[in-house]
């Protein structure tokens, strides 16, 4: 692959990421799995303001994670790809062994030495 195209990849990829560092906007795209949506109602069911809501679509649009349609005098919006959404399972996922992990490093952490050199 010559170098441009890997480096523009390596651009797209970073964009996508630093679309999905904000909780909310992951907030969002799974609520919009679940039902396209104006914004008016979905920031009712994420419960940020109106105004919030508005500047993170924005962002995930510009990204292509999110489409809008207009229908009449309302502009809905869906996910663009819902394979974002098995992506953001599978980060869960990671996640949650992470966790498992260090809550099993908090738990052998209360153990006194002596204990964990028994166990091993």
């Known amino acids: 692959m010559d170098k441009f195209l890997r480096e523009e990849i390596h651009q797209m990829h970073a964009k996508v990421c630093s679309a999905l560092a904000d909780p909310n906007r992951i907030l969002i795209l ?3 799995a679940d039902e ?3 914004v008016t109602d979905l920031a009712k069911r994420v419960e940020l303001p109106q105004p919030t809501v508005s500047r993170h679509l ?3 649009r510009d990204r292509g994670m999110v489409q809008s ?3 009449g005098q309302s502009v809905i919006y869906r996910l ?3 394979r974002i959404i098995e992506a953001l399972d599978i980060l869960r996922v990671v996640l949650a062994t992470q966790l498992k992990n260090q809550g099993a490093l908090a738990r052998s952490a209360n153990q006194p ?3 964990i050199e028994t166990s091993e």
Do not use: E, H, M, P
């Open 69 to 71: 349609q207009r229908q």
């Open 58 to 60: 924005k962002v995930l």
């Open 30 to 32: 799974y609520t919009l």
């Open 80 to 82: 663009g790809d819902t």
């Open 113 to 115: 030495i002596a204990a």
């Open 36 to 38: 396209a949506s104006n």
